[in-house]
């Protein structure tokens, strides 16, 4: 039986896709959703307007009246736990807030643990650094494996012109913490629309607040 959110049998389908039971989704690669999901994630611009570097454009848009949806994500009923290996697909629209691209807004996982990504519509970049410092780019798109080692940041950029969509799929218990990133200024690189592509440059709000 496949349900959708909001249906009358939907709380009976999470039941059996939150047991110990196998279930199966199907991934739509062009919208990034999966059907059925559990449950979705929808962040404005408005819900992580200081992850953005020009904080000038932010406020621009806002008080314009316009609150764009940055990314959406989408998540089947797999249990926070240790043997599970939950996942998600996400899917990044296309813009910019100044001329920084549209973006996740990054985490760590609360206990290092690893992750894959899986690109399957669109392009971008994932940008990723270490809780050391260490710092790496890659770039996502269809068909392309990224992935994350244990206590490595991630966040993900959408570079192109059309959604940017991909799978992730991680431990149960990993957990998001979106905090120990922003209180030292968020991620060392930010990427940007440039003349001839994407560029990735230094941060200046990390610069800002310094080295954790
Ligand atoms: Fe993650």
Request: hydrophobic share 35%.
């Amino acid at each position: 039986m496949v349900c959708k959110a909001g249906d009358s049998e939907f709380d009976q389908d999470v039941t059996v896709l939150s047991a110990s039971r196998p279930f199966s989704v199907a991934l739509d690669f062009a919208t990034g959703s999966l059907t059925p999901y559990s449950a979705s994630l929808v962040r404005p611009l408005s819900d992580m307007a200081s992850a953005f570097e020009d904080q000038a454009a932010v406020e621009s848009i806002l008080a314009s009246g316009d609150d764009p949806v940055i990314y959406r994500s989408y998540y089947p009923d797999v249990p926070n736990e240790p043997d599970h290996l939950a996942f998600l697909t996400t899917t990044i629209s296309a813009g910019t807030v100044g001329s920084e691209f549209f973006m996740t807004r990054g985490h760590h996982h609360y206990r290092d643990s690893a992750e894959l990504y899986v690109g399957m519509s669109g392009e971008g970049i994932m940008v990723m650094e270490s809780r050391r410092g260490d710092l790496s780019q890659q770039e996502l798109a269809p068909s392309v494996v990224i992935y994350v080692p244990p206590g490595w940041a991630h966040r993900t950029v959408n570079t192109g012109n059309v959604p940017l969509t991909f799978l992730a799929a991680y431990y149960g218990d990993a957990g998001h913490d979106y905090g120990a990133m922003e209180s030292t200024g968020g991620f060392s690189i930010r990427v940007y629309r440039g003349d001839d592509g994407p560029q990735l440059r230094r941060s200046a709000t990390r610069d800002r607040v310094g080295p954790s």
